[in-house]
């Protein structure tokens, strides 16, 4: 029942997707931060920070509507996607695409605020979100599931930042937690990952920690035995 309720909202988000999409654009923002102006996405994605510190990253894994897109194309690519090299390359693109954001605020101060600043539905934002919604897709089909989220992301390292504070600060947050000696090596685990992680692996070692992990909690619950369980925990 959980699963279909995740799934369900992910659908959802994917409906409302074309207007979510000023909110969380990562052109929207640069074009707001070269006039000087702190718009929604640049809150959104403080708040996304904020929240990951208690949350983890439920929202990549429930309420994403980009997740959404590339488990709709997993459908038909369900190959693994995972690794040292595909991941870091987020942090990449996110260290010279928040650099250059940085760079606008701090070139065209005194800034201001504008939750709603180009947020109206246009031929531009049209075309803008037509591709980013089709580089999304086409992604995952190449790459496989959630190849986007691996590997391109603009918003996960945003949680990620906030999960590595948590764990310093020694605050809890959301985590999974594994019971190392209920577990029977069936494999379920790692078939239903989204995320291609070895969770199996992990439970085994009873180290449920991947900072690639979204808490979809798919593994919590193809677990027959119980195995892994969830809540807000220190690490």
Not at 83 to 103: E, P
Not at 132 to 158: D, E, P, Q, Y
Not at 199 to 211: A, F, R
Request: proline share 3%; with cysteine.
């Amino acid at each position: 029942m959980r699963q279909r309720i995740r799934k369900g909202i992910l659908s959802f988000s994917a409906l409302l997707f074309p207007i979510l999409f000023m909110f969380l654009s990562p052109y929207v923002i640069i074009a707001a931060a070269s006039t000087g102006i702190i718009n929604g996405s640049a809150i959104i994605f403080a708040i996304f920070f904020v929240t990951s510190i208690l949350s983890s990253r439920l929202f990549c894994g429930w309420l994403c509507p980009g997740g959404a897109i590339q488990d709709m194309a997993a459908t038909a690519n369900i190959r693994p996607w995972n690794g040292r090299v595909k991941n870091i390359l987020k942090y990449l693109v996110w260290v010279i695409w928040f650099g250059f954001i940085i760079y606008l605020w701090i070139a065209n101060r005194p800034l201001k605020a504008d939750f709603f600043y180009m947020t109206e539905i246009d031929l531009h934002m049209t075309i803008m979100y037509f591709l980013v919604t089709t580089l999304i897709f086409i992604l995952a089909l190449v790459t496989g599931k959630r190849g986007m989220c691996h590997s391109l992301c603009w918003m996960a390292s945003f949680m990620i930042i906030g999960e590595k504070l948590a764990d310093f600060l020694h605050i809890p947050r959301f985590r999974l937690k594994a019971k190392s000696e209920a577990c029977i090596s069936c494999g379920r685990c790692n078939k239903q990952c989204p995320m291609s992680l070895n969770v199996q692996k992990m439970v085994k070692e009873g180290k449920l920690q991947s900072v690639e992990c979204i808490a979809c909690l798919e593994c919590v619950d193809i677990c027959p035995k119980k195995a892994i369980s969830c809540g807000i925990k220190r690490a």
